[in-house]
């Protein structure tokens, strides 16, 4: 009689998942099936490059997934983790919830929930790939010179704001407090002198803050109105409720808890990659930095129990940021491993080029693990992780 093979679902595929699912290929004996919502990849890094052309911001799967990887796109709905079957929106096969022995939770993370009054109704968030073609379509039929405002000085938020400028567009960049708290100060004082030369007018100090979004102006904490015919919202990401949906325990925002080994604090049949990731509730920052390296490990995770041997804890270190100001620049900020920021960075048309390889080398580790399973190897070490309330979004 033979064995069945070990089944694994994961649950997303974004940069988390599809690198987890291509590492799974270490064991030639699994049932790896991969689920996610659209039937192509989408570059999240990209999606400020598809609002004004110069990028599609997706990547067919069959370039980036190991042979033997079924696809399944549809999205999920619960999971069961009594019956351990993931039900799904339209059912797999023939209305049937997708069974598994384990499975990798990289669900990602989207817009976070609009507070602001008018927000929902005028604002256009910009953090997938839907949101992105939307609001692309509102600016084609903008003329040049209308004003445009952006809010969230984030790495979205700033490197959306830097192409719009580029283009020649009226763009105003609503900070906050201030201009990427992240960045070191010689880091932030190269972002502010690279937007001002585009032409983007920095709102920041503690009234920046946008207390209401009407059809053609936002409104300040200090009663200020900035005109605004397109109001981009970047300010925040949340998660998806899969997790609470399916009783499994999550931080505030909804990223899955888990130990230090990626393994849910509820199931161990359960572990988790990415953005809606949890460990030890210190999330890394959203980032594909952190995505790529974290689906690696969660797969190692969940190779090591069905050998039956203790997973590996997190080890992961980071090196700084790279943010796109343009088409021909850029600042790449340096961190310490443990991710926070250096008084050192680079600028210019160098930090352009290596944004670009960045960009360009995240698909090809995809690509190389795709072809080679165990290709890929990260940074680690990276030491104490920032408190949850100080790691920056992406």
Known sequence: MTEQRARVVVIGGGYAGVIAANHLRLRPDLQITLVNPRPEFVERIRLHQLVTGSDDATVAYADILGDGIALVVDAATRIDTQARQVELFSGFPDGQPLPYDYLIYAVGSGSAAATVPGADEFAYPIADL??????????????????????????????????????????TLVCGAVLGPYLSTPGRRSVAKRLRKLGVQIVDGPQAVVT??????????????????????????????????????????????TDETLTSVDDDRIVAAGDAAAPSDQPLRMSCQAAIPLGAQAANTVLARIAGERPAVLSQAFAGQCISLGRGGATVQLARTNDVPLPLYLGGRTAATIKEAVCKGTVSFLRREARKPGSYFWLKGGGKRPAPEAVQTR
Do not use: K, M
Not at 153 to 169: D, F, H, V, Y
């Open 130 to 171: 839907e949101e992105a073609q939307r609001l692309g379509g509102a600016l084609a039929e903008l003329h040049y010179g209308a004003p445009v405002c952006v809010v969230g000085a984030g790495p979205t938020g700033i490197e959306t704001a830097a192409e719009l400028a580029e283009q020649g567009r009226t763009v």
């Open 212 to 257: 209401a979004v009407a059809a053609d102006a936002v409104t300040l904490d200090d009663g200020r109105q900035l005109a605004s015919h397109v109001t981009i919202w970047t300010a925040g990401f949340g998660v998806p409720d899969l997790a609470n949906r399916s009783g499994l325990r999550t931080d505030a925002i909804g990223r899955l808890l």
